[in-house]
């Protein structure tokens, strides 16, 4: 008898442990009506969307931050937290002013230091403020609301930098958090954005909590992309972290879940059939597969050899292999992806012709190949780069190549390709990976744009001229202006080939049919403007 | 005995210590750089270089096992290279559910097996013994994933009567806490089953064999006192040594249950550092795990004291 109540004691203090945390956290959640529940392409990692540029830093930094101008839905930067700019007769100082009544969650009012110190703390990290702050000479403070830009020479892209959604987004944090090294995490997260996150609720690695913030005053305009009224219809947004496809389809069916941003492709037709389900495209802009070829070694030091790459690729096998239905994906012969501001048919001749074995073949003979192992990693964990390993071994196998293919996780494939060294020696000569359609588009803020040797990123390609037209893209004035150089930087870069693309795809995303006021745009998914209808 | 369990614990010690060295050098030594995942595939070889320097991913390895090892000896787990929150926290955020799912495994599956075993023993060679052994086969083959997939498309998205996936916690209700746990425990469980009830047939045959359980039958002793009361207890040793190693198997459940239900659990917590290379959580948490097995084999050690009597250290 002893030893039956001891057991129930111990049990009874075991449940007592179990549950002390959860009502430590208790707290009173707003109704289900009220509530978003989503389930996002991955897990929030990392909470500072300066440090990293992973993108879903960057949506929990579109919830909680606010940004000075928002691309609008024709890719024009709209003023968003700023009331009124102007630039001088000489087009060197831009000179800004904040809206009224701009506060942070914490309380405090948004000041023209914040802003400052925001904005320089953005240009270290991301491509497209670097390149910006190569010409800047001061941010001088003139008073609580207003603050300047003064250029060493005109700068036309400076406003579509500073409302770009593409990460790295520049949100504007308090001055205290912004003046964080940039090579250093931000440890709170207080924005002045339509919604506030809620730490006590969040569990990392499970959920991120996201409570509507009563303080915020978004403009009239109706939204746009990220300009406009960002107006939170829901008081609370949970992203949830659910990595198991089948569970969150299933998740998603039984109204667990209101919105998953890709759901898998083969559990598609599933939810098509379901009439409480609606599928959206909602980055018409997709994402490129994108083949990685290093300048550095043979026998893609060689321009014919990057040229025969061109000619092996099949330009929708690989995406039919991974996607499976032709809806979502497509052929792009564009260096800057299709369905993008700057998509251009310069120089695709050898795109429209489609692949060729034989003329690779050829080409691979005149570089002088000479039978050595050519390296490729693929990531085995994602299905795209695994089918892209596979396929692009059969086609060099059959235009004469010797291949190796080194497959692990991604993990291993990004460590591995930032060695230099000869493919022999811990090296590589191929990898795959992929970057948003939207970012490809811009010519200067993608990393994988420059080819400016040994500071590019990975595969390290050289060309002059490549530097010299990115260069005048971000110079041109007009979009007429901008799409010639834009052209030109095409007709150059498929001579001297920095890397092949293997197709362009559009996940769709799933959600529940009485949903409104979605937001589709490339980049970020927004839920402001998102309420439920009945 | 006070001694025993002393020399035990210390044990403990060194086998944590040697699990903690084996898994730090089994991620660092193997590809994958967590600086590269944090910095995103838009970064620069060099933004990936100023990363690994603040993280000290670029020190000497034995400068940062020692590191990592100053740590341990003060009980700090070390801090999430992503999060920022300490390894203490996030496993203390995780206990929970880890723990009330393996709690209501245990429970199911130890009661059921025990049950099942008892049963087939007792009605040996018949049919209703070689049904519940076929049972128990197919129990131990058919993956986890799979159990789940289907109990949920049944019982979840068919017949509505409980969650696809989620946890809540105990103190949000005992109701909805055990509605949650359902599926998972009966998923994670069936292997389990199937384990503890095959052992403990073998076990039970072996003890109604014995000449005191044919002296009780020939006493008119009742079948229900025989079994439990005079064969269950004398065949409990093996059953609970294979409770213990259970554990072991359970834990490795954990990680797939988890994921397939979605349930905030510590396997779960590894599984995405692992993902990740998040190198402070994946020894942090591989070492309490390590910990955590060598004393459930202590007290399963220890309970023998209780089943047989004859047992004394």
Known sequence: ?534 | MLAYVIRRLLSTLIVMAIVGIFVFLLLHLSPGDPAAIIAGDNATPEQITGIRQRLGLEDPLPVQFLRWFGHIAQGDLGVSIFSNEPVLKLVGQRLEPTISLALTTLLIAVTLAVTLGVLAAWKADTWVDRLLMVVSVLGFSVPGFVVGYLLIYVFAIELRWLPVQGYTPIAEGVVPWARNLVLPSVTLGLAYVALIARITRASMLDVLAEDYIRTAKAKGVANQSMLLKHALKNAGVPIVTVIGIGVALLFSGVVITETVFNIPGIGRLVVDAIAKRDYPIIQGVILIFSGVYVLVNLIVDLSYTLIDPRIRY
């Open chain 1, 1 to 534: 008898m002893n030893t039956r109540r001891q057991i129930l004691k111990v049990g009874a203090a075991a449940g007592a442990l179990i549950a002390a945390p959860s009502l430590v956290f208790a707290q009173p959640a707003p109704t289900r009506a009220r509530t978003l529940r989503a389930v996002m392409h991955g897990d929030l990692a990392a909470f500072d969307p300066i440090w990293t540029t992973a993108n879903m830093a960057s949506y929990h930094g579109g919830l909680i931050y606010d940004t000075l101008f928002g691309i609008d839905s024709q890719n024009q930067p709209q003023p968003q937290m700023v009331q009124s700019f102007n630039l001088s007769d000489d087009k060197l100082t831009w000179t800004f002013v904040l809206r009224d009544g701009l506060r942070f969650s914490s309380g405090e009012p948004v000041t023209a230091k914040d802003c400052v110190a925001s904005i320089r703390r953005w240009a270290v990290r991301d491509g497209g403020g670097q390149h910006m702050f190569r010409r800047v000479t001061d941010t001088p403070v003139v008073d609580e609301k207003t603050f300047r830009i003064v250029l060493r020479e005109p700068y036309p892209l400076l406003l579509d930098w500073l409302g770009k959604a593409a990460t790295n987004v520049c949100y504007i944090m308090r001055e205290k958090e912004a003046s964080t090294d940039p090579q250093t995490q931000i440890t709170e997260y207080i924005g002045s954005g339509p919604f506030i996150y809620n730490r006590g609720e969040s569990r990392q690695g499970a959920r991120y909590v996201y409570d509507r913030n009563p303080n915020y005053v978004p403009r009239s305009e109706p939204a746009s992309f990220m300009s406009g009224g960002k107006v939170a219809r829901m008081d609370r947004i949970i992203m949830e972290n659910m990595s198991d496809p089948q569970t969150q389809v299933s998740a998603l069916q039984a109204g667990e879940i209101d919105f998953l941003e890709w759901p898998s492709l083969d559990l598609i037709d599933t939810l098509e059939k379901d009439r409480n389900i609606k599928i959206e495209v909602m980055n018409q802009s997709g994402t490129m597969g994108w083949c990685r070829l290093n300048h550095l070694h043979p026998p893609f030091n060689n321009v014919l050899a990057r040229r025969a790459m061109l000619h092996l690729t099949h330009p929708t096998e690989i995406m039919k292999a991974t996607f499976g239905n032709e809806k979502y994906f497509r052929a792009c012969g564009s260096i800057f992806a299709c369905n993008t501001p700057t998509e251009n048919d310069a120089n695709t001749d050898w795109f429209k012709a489609g692949q060729n074995i034989d003329r690779a073949r050829q080409l691979f003979r005149e570089a002088g190949y000479d039978g050595r192992p050519v390296v490729l990693l693929s990531a085995s964990n994602v299905l795209h780069m695994t089918n892209a390993g596979l396929l692009y071994q059969q086609w060099l196998k059959a235009a004469g190549v010797n291949v190796e293919l080194v497959t692990s996780d991604w993990g291993g494939v990004v460590a591995r390709r930032a060695n230099r060294n000869p493919p022999d020696q811990g090296g590589w000569n191929i990898f795959f990976t992929s970057a948003s359609g939207a970012g490809y588009s811009n010519p200067v803020s993608l990393a994988g744009h420059a080819s400016n040797g040994a500071n590019a990123w990975f595969g390290w390609p050289t060309d002059e001229r490549n530097e010299q037209l990115r260069d005048a893209w971000a110079a041109a004035s007009t979009p007429e202006a901008r799409m010639q150089a834009a052209r030109a930087m095409q007709e150059n870069a498929w001579n001297y080939v920095p890397h092949v693309h293997y197709g362009q795809w559009l996940a769709p995303s799933a959600y529940r049919a009485n949903l409104t006021g979605m937001i589709g745009m490339p980049e970020l998914v927004p839920f402001w403007n998102v309420g439920r209808a009945g």
